[in-house]
């Protein structure tokens, strides 16, 4: 009798329960539709709190999938339950008999020109953390040319009734704050704002983070959202926002504009979960099984989720999140197929 | 000139281009705790001369990042240098020392 | 500025704008203001692009201006348009177009109120037929003068006789365009182009040979703005607001303002001498303002009709520069004459502005 564990997506996620599956002894594949394995951690530099390269981190996912079979460039062509278990047909002709499918879809980053009015795609200046994390990693840019100020606009798609998504994306204020201090590292003389409604550093270090970005930085915060942006002769942009601090609009001019877009369930998610007939909640990312616990696991028996799938995580709560999933998923096969050796 | 009975109106709206860099930045050198206020507010709601003028250390740090020097002046007429907002201040600004600073670099006697 | 991304939000922002048959209401200032915009647009759309655009002299004010100024209630303002759209509907039309941003905004709003609150659409209904005993209809379409115009732009080049091109210099006249705040900002999806970056007007400058202007204040009112023009003590603010949009677009030295809106087109002119009045300064070449105007008046020079016959010698800011440079022919001394040569008045000299 098989033991073959199917994982769907091969981001942080994914790897992380696929490694732990596999050295629980099941037959653990992974399906990953892009052509390479980490998701959106393979595209970034360095991660909020302390700086650590994602490349690090990444590399230890890697080290940890030994033995995992898995599938680049691999859509999903349908997904049927059976009895007791998945019938999965993969894009490169595969068929797969699985015992238990873990879904491990992650995000989309808020596609940052639906936000009209800051202009992204029309000004030449202004560029997402996505965009401003590749220049980090590359040095490359042909935007980034020795700016004298730059601003940082949080909640770019997120807290946002009018794009459609009332939730907080939770890792973009921590983000913008690590890409402040770097800016700052790069260019020491520039003078940087960011501009924020709630500055959200929930996390451990995440304070000293904010501290750090103040004192030693001299990081602007300015309490307000952006709520237009414009490009004046010479390409610099001028932003317009309230202090609500001091209750009075105020406008600055600044050679780059970094937009913080939030996180958006992924669309090949979504259609993963239009043949599973999975609910979601308002924000759009999946319902799990409840709100406290059982978190990794949906009302379908045997279909667990791990990572941003289910709303918006930082690298170590996806992590945390995944190893959760894989310990679901062995209480799940113990119970349900207890000869499966 | 004909009398319109009206004249244009002046803005209201603070132009962040206006920040005096150098003036902040010899303050931060004087006293570098001024980059570290959060706005929690603990320091007006303390102010034994809040309650009859308006002296706020939070509103003058403000008005600094925003080009109003002399509005910050203003906020600190009133201080009476009693320490009390020392005590309270969640991220241990020495407020008696940066509102002396901020005389020092920014008040015209 | 990248040209491709503004397409890209252009193409989510097309609205159909049906071929033929229109049913034509008129604005109540701009017969005023630019009393042969609309007569340009009728001799247009009817003779020279061979179109059926209906009008009655039974249609009335939207009560748009009553309705923004808070002197009437809105379900008299709604029952006012009922009565339009009734109109329209007894002498056979569906698609109703507008002459004025102010109404198209009104009427925008007003057929989402009623689809929003169905007993409310109800209760109109009975108004207009206990009122004029009409039978209540809504448009199929509704659109704006200016999306027609819009849409019958590339034909307009066809058959315009001059270009917005500077003749000597063989450059595109470049044109600040202004669209009116209640044609897309309260529901970007009526509008062509939405509303951060409108596309009517630009697509008409595009077709005909000139070069747009993007300055950062782009978007900004014109500050017509209704309570903020008629009270007098309020004035100064609707001022700083056009004042705002001339200092910014000053650095870009346009040739040429194009609005959609009868407010615009009428603050944007006639602000000019108040401003060169109270600052002593004018945003034209040596001494005059910008030239300002409607698309009906640009579409008109294009196409070869007087400057004088489209009324351009009510414009505060001569529009001469403009022709100068475009080459368009004009007899300086029939400026104020009338039909028949008959003297219209000549208005005041002043020296702030030419």
Same mark, same amino acid.
């Given at each position: 009798?098989?033991?073959?564990?199917?994982?769907?997506?091969?981001?942080?996620?994914?790897?992380?329960?696929?490694?732990?599956?596999?050295?629980?002894?099941?037959?653990?594949?992974?399906?990953?539709?892009?052509?390479?394995?980490?998701?959106?951690?393979?595209?970034?530099?360095?991660?909020?709190?302390?700086?650590?390269?994602?490349?690090?981190?990444?590399?230890?996912?890697?080290?940890?999938?030994?033995?995992?079979? #898995?599938?680049?460039?691999?859509?999903?062509?349908?997904?049927?339950?059976?009895?007791?278990?998945?019938?999965?047909?993969?894009?490169?002709?595969?068929?797969?008999?699985?015992?238990?499918?873990?879904?491990?879809?992650?995000?989309?980053?808020?596609?940052?020109?639906?936000?009209?009015?800051?202009?992204?795609?029309?000004?030449?200046?202004?560029?997402?953390?996505?965009?401003?994390?590749?220049?980090?990693?590359?040095?490359?840019?042909?935007?980034?040319?020795?700016?004298?100020?730059?601003?940082?606009?949080?909640?770019?798609?997120?807290?946002?009734?009018?794009?459609?998504?009332?939730?907080?994306?939770?890792?973009?204020?921590?983000?913008?704050?690590?890409?402040?201090? @770097?800016?700052?590292?790069?260019?020491?003389?520039?003078?940087? #704002?960011?501009?924020?409604?709630?500055?959200?550093?929930?996390?451990?270090?995440?304070?000293?983070?904010?501290?750090?970005?103040?004192?030693?930085?001299?990081?602007?915060?300015?309490?307000?959202?952006?709520?237009?942006?414009?490009?004046?002769?010479?390409?610099?942009?001028?932003?317009?926002? @309230?202090?609500?601090?001091?209750?009075?609009?105020?406008?600055?001019?600044?050679?780059?504009?970094?937009?913080?877009?939030?996180?958006?369930?992924?669309?090949?998610?979504?259609?993963?979960?239009?043949?599973?007939?999975?609910?979601?909640?308002?924000?759009?990312?999946?319902?799990?099984?409840?709100?406290?616990?059982?978190?990794?696991?949906?009302?379908?028996?045997?279909?667990?989720?791990?990572?941003?799938?289910?709303?918006?995580?930082?690298?170590?709560?996806?992590?945390?999140?995944?190893?959760?999933?894989?310990? @679901?998923?062995? @209480?799940?096969?113990?119970?349900?197929?207890?000869?499966?050796? | 000139?004909?009398?319109?009975?009206?004249?244009?109106?002046?803005?209201?709206?603070?132009?962040?281009?206006?920040?005096?860099?150098?003036?902040?930045?010899?303050?931060?050198?004087?006293?570098?705790?001024?980059?570290?206020?959060?706005?929690?507010?603990?320091?007006?709601?303390?102010?034994?001369?809040?309650?009859?003028?308006?002296?706020?250390?939070?509103?003058?740090?403000?008005?600094?990042?925003?080009?109003?020097?002399?509005?910050?002046?203003?906020?600190?007429?009133?201080?009476?240098?009693?320490?009390?907002?020392?005590?309270?201040?969640?991220?241990?600004?020495?407020?008696?020392?940066?509102?002396?600073?901020?005389?020092?670099?920014?008040?015209?006697? | 500025?990248?040209?491709?991304?503004?397409?890209?939000?252009?193409?989510?922002?097309?609205?159909?704008?049906?071929?033929?048959? /229109?049913?034509?209401?008129?604005?109540?200032?701009?017969?005023? %203001?630019?009393?042969?915009?609309?007569?340009?647009?009728?001799?247009?759309?009817?003779?020279? +692009?061979?179109?059926?655009?209906?009008?009655?002299?039974?249609?009335?004010?939207?009560?748009?201006?009553?309705?923004?100024?808070?002197?009437?209630?809105?379900?008299?303002?709604?029952?006012?348009?009922?009565?339009? %759209?009734?109109?329209?509907?007894?002498?056979? /039309?569906?698609?109703?177009?507008?002459?004025?941003?102010?109404?198209?905004?009104?009427?925008?709003?007003?057929?989402?109120?009623?689809?929003? %609150?169905?007993?409310? =659409?109800?209760?109109?209904?009975?108004?207009? +037929?206990?009122?004029?005993?009409?039978?209540?209809?809504?448009?199929?379409?509704?659109?704006?003068?200016?999306?027609?115009?819009?849409?019958?732009?590339?034909?307009?080049?066809?058959?315009?006789?001059?270009?917005?091109?500077? =003749? =000597?210099?063989?450059?595109?006249?470049?044109?600040?365009?202004?669209?009116?705040?209640?044609?897309?900002?309260?529901?970007?999806?009526?509008?062509?182009?939405?509303?951060?970056?409108?596309?009517?007007?630009?697509?008409?400058?595009?077709?005909?040979?000139?070069?747009?202007?993007?300055?950062?204040?782009?978007?900004?009112?014109?500050?017509?703005?209704?309570?903020?023009?008629?009270?007098?003590?309020?004035?100064?603010?609707?001022?700083?607001?056009?004042?705002?949009?001339?200092?910014?677009?000053?650095?870009?030295?346009?040739?040429?303002?194009?609005?959609?809106?009868?407010?615009?087109?009428?603050?944007?002119?006639?602000?000019?001498?108040?401003?060169?009045?109270?600052?002593?300064?004018?945003?034209?070449?040596?001494?005059?303002?910008?030239?300002?105007?409607?698309?009906?008046?640009?579409?008109?020079?294009?196409?070869?009709?007087?400057?004088?016959?489209?009324?351009?010698?009510?414009? +505060?800011?001569?529009?001469?520069?403009?022709?100068?440079?475009?080459?368009?022919?004009?007899?300086?001394?029939?400026?104020? =004459?009338?039909?028949?040569?008959?003297?219209?008045?000549?208005?005041?000299?002043?020296?702030?502005?030419?």
């Amino acid at each position: 009798m098989n033991n073959n564990i199917l994982i769907v997506g091969g981001g942080p996620a994914g790897m992380e329960a696929a490694g732990m599956l596999q050295r629980l002894g099941y037959n653990t594949m992974l399906v990953e539709r892009s052509s390479k394995l980490g998701g959106h951690l393979a595209a970034w530099d360095r991660l909020f709190p302390k700086g650590l390269q994602a490349k690090e981190t990444l590399d230890r996912l890697t080290a940890g999938i030994n033995g995992v079979k #898995y599938f680049l460039d691999t859509d999903i062509n349908s997904i049927n339950i059976l009895d007791d278990s998945f019938n999965v047909i993969l894009s490169n002709g595969i068929t797969i008999l699985a015992k238990a499918v873990l879904i491990a879809t992650g995000f989309d980053l808020f596609k940052a020109e639906k936000k009209e009015e800051y202009g992204y795609g029309i000004y030449d200046r202004v560029i997402t953390n996505a965009d401003l994390e590749a220049y980090y990693k590359t040095g490359k840019s042909d935007t980034i040319q020795n700016p004298k100020s730059i601003g940082f606009v949080h909640c770019v798609g997120s807290r946002d009734e009018k794009v459609g998504n009332l939730s907080c994306s939770k890792v973009c204020c921590a983000t913008a704050v690590k890409q402040a201090c @770097e800016i700052k590292q790069r260019f020491p003389e520039a003078q940087v #704002y960011s501009f924020y409604m709630d500055l959200r550093m929930f996390g451990r270090y995440y304070e000293d983070l904010y501290l750090e970005a103040q004192k030693k930085y001299g990081i602007r915060f300015i309490r307000g959202r952006v709520s237009e942006v414009s490009e004046k002769e010479d390409k610099s942009l001028l932003v317009k926002a @309230e202090d609500t601090l001091s209750s009075k609009p105020i406008k600055v001019s600044v050679d780059l504009l970094v937009l913080m877009a939030g996180i958006r369930p992924a669309e090949a998610g979504k259609r993963v979960g239009r043949m599973l007939h999975l609910s979601n909640e308002e924000d759009g990312f999946f319902s799990t099984k409840d709100t406290i616990r059982d978190l990794q696991m949906s009302k379908i028996p045997g279909l667990f989720f791990a990572g941003t799938c289910t709303g918006p995580k930082t690298i170590p709560e996806t992590l945390n999140d995944a190893k959760s999933a894989a310990m @679901e998923i062995d @209480e799940y096969i113990k119970q349900n197929f207890p000869d499966r050796k | 000139m004909t009398d319109f009975g009206y004249s244009i109106n002046t803005s209201s709206r603070m132009n962040l281009d206006d920040f005096d860099k150098e003036s902040f930045d010899k303050l931060a050198e004087m006293e570098p705790d001024v980059r570290k206020c959060m706005a929690c507010g603990s320091c007006t709601a303390s102010c034994t001369a809040g309650k009859f003028h308006e002296t706020s250390l939070r509103s003058a740090i403000l008005a600094l990042q925003n080009g109003q020097e002399g509005k910050a002046i203003d906020f600190l007429k009133g201080c009476m240098l009693c320490g009390k907002c020392t005590m309270v201040c969640p991220r241990g600004i020495n407020t008696r020392h940066l509102i002396l600073s901020i005389l020092k670099v920014y008040g015209t006697k | 500025m990248i040209y491709e991304g503004k397409k890209k939000i252009w193409s989510d922002y097309q609205k159909d704008i049906p071929d033929d048959h /229109y049913f034509y209401v008129r604005s109540c200032i701009r017969q005023t %203001f630019f009393p042969a915009s609309e007569a340009a647009f009728l001799e247009i759309t009817r003779n020279r +692009l061979g179109k059926d655009v209906f009008e009655t002299e039974h249609h009335t004010t939207c009560g748009g201006i009553a309705y923004h100024c808070d002197t009437i209630p809105q379900e008299t303002s709604m029952t006012i348009i009922a009565r339009q %759209f009734a109109l329209m509907h007894k002498y056979g /039309y569906e698609n109703f177009v507008c002459s004025c941003v102010t109404s198209f905004g009104l009427y925008c709003e007003t057929l989402e109120a009623w689809r929003e %609150f169905p007993e409310l =659409k109800e209760k109109i209904a009975e108004n207009l +037929l206990k009122s004029c005993g009409l039978e209540f209809a809504v448009p199929k379409v509704l659109i704006h003068s200016s999306d027609l115009i819009y849409k019958y732009r590339n034909p307009i080049a066809a058959l315009a006789k001059f270009k917005l091109v500077n =003749k =000597k210099t063989g450059k595109p006249l470049r044109v600040v365009e202004h669209i009116g705040c209640h044609y897309s900002k309260m529901f970007p999806s009526k509008g062509v182009g939405g509303a951060e970056y409108p596309y009517v007007l630009i697509g008409m400058i595009e077709a005909w040979g000139g070069e747009i202007i993007d300055y950062p204040e782009r978007r900004h009112c014109c500050g017509f703005g209704f309570r903020q023009y008629f009270v007098q003590a309020n004035r100064g603010y609707s001022l700083a607001n056009t004042n705002k949009k001339f200092e910014s677009m000053e650095p870009y030295n346009p040739d040429m303002i194009i609005t959609n809106c009868p407010g615009c087109s009428y603050f944007m002119d006639k602000w000019q001498y108040v401003i060169a009045e109270m600052n002593h300064k004018t945003y034209g070449e040596d001494g005059h303002g910008i030239p300002v105007f409607t698309y009906e008046e640009v579409a008109g020079l294009v196409m070869g009709y007087d400057p004088w016959d489209l009324g351009l010698q009510t414009h +505060l800011v001569g529009p001469e520069p403009v022709l100068d440079k475009i080459g368009i022919p004009y007899d300086s001394d029939a400026k104020y =004459k009338g039909v028949n040569g008959k003297n219209i008045g000549k208005p005041e000299e002043v020296d702030c502005i030419k």
